[in-house]
């Protein structure tokens, strides 16, 4: 699946989209350079999952969680110097609480992640155009 954004909102309408495809305890790996949207995407993600509260970037903190419908684990990777203290910040526990965890910076924990993981490739292609593929795990969609 593939979508053309030519705003940050179209990037946030593209996860509200994804939203609707998700079960609880999925996984969505976020790939894209620093500024191609990954946190715009979550944000749409979030509201498409009965989330309405602010949603930022959780860089410095790891995890930040979103409580709505379906909660949503927002992680983000860049700071972690390897997969194990992915494991030591609880991980583990996050796959098994039946929400929906969002990973940006996902090239960084590549293989912790489990084998229906959602892939969301967000490549800039302008100064404001966007394409978002999204590659689902074979048989779903």
């Given at each position: 699946?593939?979508?053309?954004?030519n705003?940050?909102?179209?990037?946030?309408?593209?996860?509200r989209?994804?939203?609707?495809?998700?079960?609880?305890?999925g996984?969505?790996?976020?790939?894209g350079?620093?500024?191609?949207?990954?946190?715009?995407?979550?944000?749409?993600?979030?509201?498409?999952?009965?989330?309405?509260?602010?949603?930022?970037?959780p860089?410095?903190?790891?995890?930040?969680?979103y409580?709505?419908?379906t909660?949503?684990?927002?992680?983000?990777?860049?700071?972690?110097?390897n997969?194990?203290e992915?494991f030591e910040i609880?991980?583990e526990?996050y796959?098994?609480?039946?929400g929906?965890i969002?990973?940006e910076?996902?090239e960084?924990?590549?293989h912790?992640?489990?084998?229906?993981?959602?892939?969301?490739?967000?490549?800039?292609?302008?100064?404001?155009r966007?394409?978002?593929?999204?590659?689902?795990?074979?048989?779903?969609?």
């Open positions: 699946m593939t979508f053309i954004s705003s940050e909102a179209d990037t946030a309408a593209a996860g989209s994804l939203a609707g495809k998700l079960k609880g305890g996984v969505v790996a976020l790939y350079d620093l500024g191609a949207g990954k946190t715009a995407f979550v944000r749409g993600l979030a509201a498409g999952l009965g989330y309405t509260g602010r949603v930022t970037s860089t410095f903190t790891i995890v930040n969680e409580i709505g419908g909660p949503l684990f927002h992680f983000d990777m860049y700071r972690l110097k997969e194990d992915l609880g991980w526990d796959l098994q609480r039946g929906v969002a990973v910076w996902s960084n924990a590549e912790s992640f489990p084998g229906d993981t959602v892939r969301v490739r967000i490549s800039k292609t302008g100064e404001e966007r394409t978002i593929d999204i590659e689902f795990p074979e048989g779903q969609a």
